[in-house]
């Protein structure tokens, strides 16, 4: 036996190789002096052979799940996916802005009703100065933009049975300066219905209420009126509709 033989047959009778050998030998990154112990020793050994083959088809599975992960149609579901998240995004900006534009028309148009009782009540006087003095309380608070304060005084005072027409109507400005619209269409129902001298207003305050609540089929019922009937206001009208809704009111022939 040559020395050559001698030492490959040395190599050849090595240990079977640890997971460790394998996988270093399935990514290629084995030093080549153990390479070679290894490659001599897979030519004897059925098991590590096996072993060897089992680990590539592993490596093999792997590498096309990877490469799948980046295939074309998982980067054109990305995209649609980014696309799908822009078009909510613009969708939000366009709600917003629709919202800034109505609520930009009612904060530009809204005016509070001015308080003209407070004078005429203590010019007249009255038989009831417990009333008087809970309307002059929530005149006053009105006057200061105290409208929560104003609110209490003005049921209180109705609830007293003050004879004055125009409480409702404060309270309707008070609690739309609040924020509570329905209340507030609730005190602008009821005037409309019982004081005719304050149609107008109740109109306009009804109109803008329904801006408000981004309603243009409720506002243009009552604003169209205005527009149709009323010299004062049709103006402001049609100003607030077009800003709110970008919609033109022109007047109609009255039926
Ligand atoms: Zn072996």
Redesign the pocket.
Known sequence: MSFDQQHIFSESTR???TQAEIDSYVEQNMAAANLREVEM??L??????D?IDGAMDLRELEARQTQSSSSPLKWIFRIAAVGLVLIGVVFAMKLYSAETQYETAFADAFVPYANDITATTRAVGSTNDDVDSTVVAAMAAYDQENYQEALESLKHAMAEGSDEDLLPLYAAISEIQLGHYEAALTYLDFVRVNDPDRYEEVLWYTGLVYVKLNQPTEAKEYLQQLVNESQFYSPRAQQVFEQAFGEKLSPQAIR
Not at 44 to 49: G, Q, R, W
């Open positions: 240990g079977c190789l020793h897979l004897d050994c059925m098991v590590c052979s072993a």
